[in-house]
T-cell receptor, first 111, second 111 residues
Framework: KAGVTQTPRYLIKTRGQQVTLSCSPI?????VSWYQQTPGQGLQFLFE???????NKGNFPGRFSGRQFSNSRSEMNVSTLELGDSALYLC??????????FGQGTRLTVV | SQELEQSPQSLIVQEGKNLTINCTSS?????LYWYKQKYGEGLIFLMM?????EEKSHEKITAKLDEKKQQSSLHITASQPSHAGIYLC???????????FGAGTRLTVKP
């Protein structure tokens, strides 16, 4: 069974640009959550999608958005990038009331 | 302050020694998860504890949940270099599917 796949693994963007990250959950998992991890703030919840609907949202500005497709694949978008958006972005999928399985992450560097 | 406090922040032990990592919640726990992370990579699920007094083991790692104290501990017996990494505890909010994480404990095992 394939794990959670995140693409790309590494990304370098310039301030002001926008970026789209992709996450393919484990087959059969309908819930996808996104997290941002930085040395200063640790691992912080961004949002969760279930059956193409955003169910929960963390405390991040509106520049951070996401969506989920009918095949459960999810994308997150960050517009007007700031230096502080440099982080490891992790997505996780789960099958319901079970543990979350994480992808390897996308390392975003904003210069 | 963090909703989940982990201690210690970092730990250096000699191979073969036992160690304990603690995770204390400021809110009622409805499920406590332990994950391990290698630097810059995704999280690997270790264990999930849901009931007070519950104890689970996997290989040389044992985790316990003290619901009254809103605390969990992770104990590693006879540590090995392969145990090195960052250990994170996570907890779900009641009726929410987002997970909050502690700041992590960085474990170094010296051969």
């Amino acid at each position: 069974k394939a794990g959670v796949t995140q693409t790309p693994r590494y990304l370098i963007k310039t301030r002001g640009q926008q970026v789209t990250l992709s996450c393919s959950p484990i087959s059969g998992h309908r819930s996808v959550s996104w997290y941002q991890q930085t040395p200063g703030q640790g691992l912080q919840f961004l949002f969760e999608y279930f059956s193409e609907t955003q169910r929960n949202k963390g405390n991040f500005p509106g520049r951070f958005s996401g969506r989920q497709f009918s095949n459960s694949r999810s994308e997150m978008n960050v517009s007007t990038l700031e230096l502080g958006d440099s982080a490891l972005y992790l997505c996780a999928s789960n099958a319901g009331n079970t543990e979350a399985f994480f992808g390897q992450g996308t390392r975003l560097t904003v210069v | 302050s963090q909703e989940l406090e982990q201690s210690p922040q970092s730990l250096i032990v000699q191979e073969g020694k036992n160690l304990t990592i603690n995770c204390t919640s400021s809110k009622t726990l409805y499920g406590l998860y332990w994950y391990k992370q290698k630097y810059g990579e995704g999280l690997i699920f270790l264990m999930m504890l849901q009931k007070g007094g519950e104890e689970k083991s996997h290989e040389k790692i044992t985790a316990k949940l003290d619901e009254k104290k809103q605390q969990s501990s992770l104990h590693i017996t006879a540590s090995q270099p392969s145990h090195a990494g960052i250990y994170l505890c996570g907890a779900e909010r009641y009726n929410n599917n987002d997970m909050r994480f502690g700041a992590g404990t960085r474990l170094t095992v010296k051969p």
